[in-house]
């Protein structure tokens, strides 16, 4: 009897995360009129350069072929949708490339399943543009940007925060047995010497912005451990062997994003773009590194991502071009 991929592959196997959005970017791109020989050409390397690029291919093809032979009354709402599309004088080969990026939304959110547990059994998370605050034993306060994830261990020598996922705005509240109040991370630790600061989680750092006070951050696993005391106003990176002062976050305020917004100051789109991920029901397909040099400032909303869209494509030199509400690719203007 045959096998399935998947069933082939020990479970460390499987796609993460980057692998699947890199795949549905691929499949959108090669549904496009205009994709060259080229381009097929790197998307057969992407997915023989390793075997959990071509699972991940795999699967979306397989959901692409299971729409193809839907019948009946399951066929129904995709015919009507692509009923609307022709109405309004759209090619079959738009209509395709449109219900091909719904496709890869639905992937998406299939391979990516699996990995929500360890997001919901954390001590306090946030989904999709929803944030919250959370008031802790001490009367210390914590905000939690949208898909957000924090564990609370308070103990008798330390209060301790675990960020998983996410971003989080930290108000502390002095401690009557002065235990220390740290914010842990994969990259390190970021210890309040004071009251109010944001540690944000990007691709492989930490983030810490202190807006009041005196921050202590630590590299997590740096054989000679070398610390650096942030006062209010900077703003430091933390990877595993190292912190790196930056000169500016990126925004006039680090805090802006729990009211709602992103006052920025010379951010990169990428940055933005991050950010806006936890706001957008769907999926967002870019280059972090193509745009990583496209900077914006003023004031963007957060909790309307297509407003945001609009401002962004209105602003700067990218082209956005939205495939269904939750489906957009950002690129930048050749």
Same mark, same amino acid.
């Given at each position: 009897?045959?096998?399935?991929?998947?069933?082939?592959?020990?479970?460390?196997?499987?796609?993460?995360?980057? /692998?699947?959005?890199?795949?549905?970017?691929?499949?959108?791109?090669?549904?496009?009129?205009? !994709?060259?020989?080229?381009? #097929?050409?790197?998307?057969?390397?992407?997915?023989?350069?390793?075997?959990?690029?071509?699972?991940?291919? #795999? $699967?979306?093809?397989?959901?692409? $072929?299971?729409?193809?032979?839907?019948?009946?009354?399951?066929?129904?709402?995709?015919?009507?949708?692509?009923?609307?599309?022709?109405?309004?004088? #759209?090619?079959?080969?738009?209509?395709? $490339?449109?219900?091909?990026?719904?496709?890869?939304?639905?992937?998406? /959110?299939?391979?990516?399943?699996?990995?929500?547990?360890?997001?919901?059994?954390?001590?306090?998370?946030?989904?999709?543009?929803?944030?919250?605050?959370?008031?802790?034993?001490?009367?210390?306060?914590?905000?939690?940007?949208?898909?957000?994830?924090?564990?609370?261990?308070?103990?008798?020598?330390?209060?301790? /925060?675990?960020?998983?996922?996410?971003?989080?705005?930290?108000?502390?509240?002095?401690?009557?047995?002065?235990?220390?109040?740290?914010?842990?991370?994969?990259?390190?630790?970021?210890?309040?010497?004071?009251?109010?600061?944001?540690?944000?989680?990007?691709?492989?750092?930490?983030?810490? +912005? !202190?807006?009041?006070?005196? /921050?202590? !951050?630590?590299?997590?696993?740096?054989? +000679?451990?070398?610390?650096?005391?942030?006062?209010?106003?900077?703003?430091?990176?933390?990877?595993?062997?190292?912190?790196?002062?930056i000169e500016t976050s990126g925004y006039s305020d680090p805090?802006?994003?729990?009211?709602?917004?992103?006052?920025?100051?010379?951010?990169?789109?990428?940055?933005?773009?991050?950010?806006?991920?936890?706001?957008?029901?769907?999926?967002?397909?870019?280059?972090?590194?193509?745009?990583? +040099?496209?900077?914006?400032?003023?004031?963007?909303?957060?909790?309307?991502?297509?407003?945001?869209?609009?401002?962004?494509?209105?602003?700067?030199?990218?082209?956005? $071009?939205?495939?269904?509400?939750?489906?957009?690719?950002?690129?930048?203007?050749?």
């Open positions: 009897m045959g096998h399935s991929i998947a069933e082939l592959l020990p479970g460390e196997c499987e796609p993460t995360a980057e /692998v699947v959005a890199a795949a549905a970017q691929w499949f959108v791109r090669l549904q496009d009129d205009d !994709v060259s020989d080229q381009e #097929r050409a790197q998307c057969l390397r992407w997915r023989q350069a390793n075997v959990t690029h071509d699972l991940a291919w #795999r $699967r979306l093809e397989t959901l692409w $072929r299971n729409f193809d032979d839907l019948e009946g009354q399951a066929a129904q709402p995709a015919r009507a949708t692509m009923a609307k599309l022709d109405a309004r004088k #759209r090619g079959k080969r738009r209509v395709k $490339r449109t219900v091909g990026a719904t496709i890869c939304c639905i992937g998406v /959110v299939v391979l990516l399943s699996d990995m929500m547990h360890r997001h919901l059994l954390a001590d306090h998370h946030t989904g999709l543009a929803r944030r919250e605050t959370v008031m802790l034993p001490d009367g210390s306060q914590l905000t939690l940007d949208a898909r957000s994830a924090v564990d609370v261990r308070y103990r008798r020598t330390e209060r301790r /925060v675990v960020l998983r996922e996410g971003q989080i705005l930290a108000q502390v509240n002095h401690d009557r047995d002065s235990r220390p109040f740290v914010i842990q991370t994969e990259q390190g630790t970021a210890t309040a010497l004071g009251t109010r600061y944001t540690v944000s989680l990007l691709d492989n750092t930490t983030q810490v +912005s !202190v807006l009041e006070s005196n /921050v202590r !951050v630590c590299p997590g696993r740096s054989i +000679s451990t070398v610390c650096a005391d942030l006062k209010q106003g900077q703003t430091a990176n933390v990877e595993t062997n190292v912190v790196s002062r805090s802006s994003w729990a009211q709602g917004y992103l006052a920025l100051d010379n951010q990169s789109l990428s940055r933005v773009l991050h950010v806006l991920k936890s706001y957008h029901s769907g999926v967002m397909w870019y280059d972090e590194r193509e745009l990583e +040099s496209v900077l914006v400032s003023g004031v963007i909303p957060i909790e309307d991502s297509e407003q945001a869209f609009n401002i962004l494509g209105r602003t700067l030199p990218i082209q956005i $071009r939205q495939y269904m509400p939750w489906a957009v690719a950002i690129k930048k203007k050749k």
